[in-house]
T-cell receptor, first 115, second 116 residues
Framework: AQSVSQHNHHVILSEAASLELGCNYS??????LFWYVQYPGQHLQLLLK??????LVKGIKGFEAEFIKSKFSFNLRKPSVQWSDTAEYFC?????????????FGSGTRLSIRP | EPEVTQTPSHQVTQMGQEVILRCVPI?????FYWYRQILGQKVEFLVS????????KSEIFDDQFSVERPDGSNFTLKIRSTKLEDSAMYFC??????????????FGPGTRLTVL
């Protein structure tokens, strides 16, 4: 079945550690890719997006993601996390077949940062 | 900065009752969406709305659900006869067609619906 997979349900890191959250999707053809973040008690915010061009995209707050088409992956990275990065992170895809550009979300990864 | 707003933030209702969730999209946006997130599960697409009609809907969006843009600013989701399994966080989102990046959707803070 077509889906977006986030393999890590809960990641716990210490401050200053490096972060990589995995995301794989199973849609063929053109896709638009996103990472959203949801801080505790807040709404979904866009971290970064990929539409075309350079597969390494930079987002807000020092996050970046790399689109690897051959692996159907769009992993999120940050070289040094902070306590304030504690949040839920959602990988998301807009498949090219969706005329309405509906977003398909992954199940989310909860990131906990130890001070 | 303009943002999507939703009311109420929390709605508690009895099973079988009708509920209306309200959203005010960003003013120059043209595409509107409802998503939901059952506790502990992923965010799921429900419906998209453009030019005063549904443009796409998921299998979740059955006859119990309806959407409406009753005036120039509000976008509503109605659940006719709520079930226990409708308990979830409901997110509204909107986007504009005219400006790049046209696929970016802006989300509201959500309405938590609790069906008892």
């Amino acid at each position: 079945a077509q889906s977006v997979s986030q393999h890590n349900h809960h990641v716990i890191l210490s401050e200053a550690a490096s972060l990589e959250l995995g995301c794989n999707y199973s849609y063929g053809g053109t896709v638009n890719l996103f990472w959203y973040v949801q801080y505790p008690g807040q709404h979904l915010q866009l971290l970064l997006k990929y539409f075309s061009g350079d597969p390494l995209v930079k987002g807000i707050k020092g996050f970046e993601a790399e689109f690897i088409k051959s692996k159907f992956s769009f992993n999120l990275r940050k070289p040094s996390v902070q306590w304030s990065d504690t949040a839920e992170y959602f990988c998301a895809v807009i498949p090219g077949y969706s005329s309405a550009s509906k977003i398909i979300f992954g199940s989310g990864t909860r990131l906990s940062i130890r001070p | 900065e303009p943002e999507v707003t939703q009311t109420p933030s929390h709605q508690v209702t009895q099973m079988g009752q009708e509920v209306i969730l309200r959203c005010v999209p960003i003013s120059n946006h043209l595409y509107f969406y409802w998503y939901r997130q059952i506790l502990g599960q992923k965010v799921e697409f429900l419906v998209s709305f453009y030019n005063n009609e549904i443009s796409e809907k998921s299998e979740i969006f059955d006859d119990q659900f309806s959407v409406e843009r009753p005036d120039g600013s509000n976008f509503t989701l109605k659940i006719r006869s709520t079930k226990l399994e409708d308990s979830a966080m409901y997110f509204c989102a909107s986007r504009t067609l005219r400006e790049a990046p046209y696929n970016e959707q802006f989300f509201g803070p959500g309405t938590r619906l609790t069906v008892l």
